[in-house]
């Protein structure tokens, strides 16, 4: 005779994984846009991936409007579409999981010479990252594909993203 052993794990496992996505999941626009991370922000980032080339630099420009809508460019790219958003809750803040914003837009021109396919959709998540008055920078990083969804290739994918107030 075969014996069915009900384990209590099941049934607690899907309220912590909902739970837990909806934590990390990201957000509409934010409209207004908290104001510590409105206005225009410059720096680079390091190409960690591009064909056979990495370890440069890539400019990046975010200008935040208070509305949540964000323009400026991505290595030679012009950053068109682009909307700052919440990309974790107060359980993915305190278990540490993804970023406190993220952009995310459409891009028009080459991010960086050799790209083996155009750079169409960007994103970069990112948090603020105020040590005192005087050290305040947006710390994340830039990735790049040719769809909308992502994918697991993407065209242009850089690191250590710093942005400082212009």
Request: aromatic share 6%; with cysteine; glycine share 10%.
């Amino acid at each position: 005779m075969n014996t069915i052993v009900s384990h209590p794990l099941p049934r607690f496992a899907a309220p912590f994984l909902l739970a837990l996505c909806a934590a990390c999941a990201g957000s509409e626009r934010l409209d207004p846009a908290p104001a510590r991370i409105q206005g225009v922000w410059h720096g680079e980032a390091i190409v960690s991936r591009i064909g056979g080339k990495s370890n440069q630099a890539l400019p990046v420009e975010f200008v935040i409007a208070a509305d949540g809508q964000v323009s400026g460019t991505v290595g030679a790219a012009q950053l068109t579409s682009g909307i700052v958003a919440a990309n974790r809750g107060e359980l993915g803040r305190t278990l540490d999981l993804a970023t406190d914003y993220i952009v995310r837009g459409e891009l028009r021109g080459l991010v960086i010479e050799g790209e083996s396919a155009p750079s169409v959709y960007v994103i970069a998540p990112f948090n603020l990252v105020e040590k005192n008055a005087q050290d305040v920078h947006i710390w994340g990083s830039v990735t790049t594909w040719d769809n909308p969804s992502g994918g697991k290739d993407p065209i242009v994918g850089a690191h250590d993203l710093v942005l400082r107030r212009k």
